[in-house]
């Protein structure tokens, strides 16, 4: 690891936490950017943190259904850890393609260079969920012609976005339309109530009967 001054007192920056390079003699001198990890006020420790800093400063930038470039860093059983802007990505193997993927090292392979999509992201925690099967022109793509996929990445993406959007908007319309018409239901049961005191009650008894059947 390394010491540093922070306003005249030492911390302590773990080597893991340095980002893009070894802690050695030529972080001398230098200024960069860290968060906190461990104030200990009794016993004078600070740890801090240059990747957690360089993280949440290039997370602010990053926003789903951003697409990005990335370099496949790991296989693993459930997808691919893809590097992107020095942070690390997951691309589940559910988010890889439409179809159905049965072998991923025929699909991906470390230090491959890739485009995505950014569809969720935790900046407190700096994890970014990403997806290739949202940039396939047609299903089965990144399977197939995965080149195809990278060329029309940002089309694609676009339309995309725009079919997710109407979507959304079709959705707040339908549940707009319910409320709407669950104010119209208690209009009527409250009219129907206002009836009964007239009338005996039978009849709003028959209107909330009928509002419930």
């Known amino acids: 690891g390394a010491i540093f001054l922070v306003a005249g007192l030492r911390a302590f920056l773990p080597g893991s936490h340095l980002t893009g390079r070894l802690p050695d003699e030529d972080l001398i001198g230098q200024t960069l950017p860290l968060k906190f990890l461990e104030v200990n006020q009794d016993d004078n420790k600070l740890v801090v943190s240059n990747r957690r800093a360089v993280v949440e400063a290039q997370m602010e930038d990053l926003s789903r259904g951003d697409v990005i470039d990335g370099i496949v860093k790991a296989l693993k059983p459930y997808g691919a850890f893809v590097e992107v802007g020095g942070m690390s990505g997951l691309l589940h193997i559910s988010q890889i393609s439409m179809d159905r993927i049965n072998d991923l090292e025929a699909v991906l392979e470390p230090g491959q260079k890739i485009k995505c999509m950014i569809i969720d992201h935790d900046k407190v925690n700096g994890r970014i969920a990403l997806s290739t099967k949202t940039l396939e022109p047609e299903p089965g793509d990144m399977?197939?012609?995965?080149?195809?996929?990278?060329?029309?990445?940002?089309?694609?993406?676009r339309v995309y976005l725009e079919k997710q959007e109407a979507e959304r908007k079709k959705r707040e319309a339908s549940a707009k339309d319910i409320v709407l018409g669950l104010g119209d239901a208690l209009d009527d049961l409250s009219a129907g109530?206002?009836?009964a005191?007239?009338?005996?009650?039978?009849?709003?008894s028959d209107n909330l009967d009928s509002l419930l059947s």
């Open 143 to 157: 399977i197939k012609d995965p080149q195809r996929v990278y060329e029309m990445a940002e089309e694609t993406a």
């Open 193 to 195: 109530m206002d009836s």
């Open 197 to 204: 005191d007239e009338s005996g009650g039978d009849d709003a």
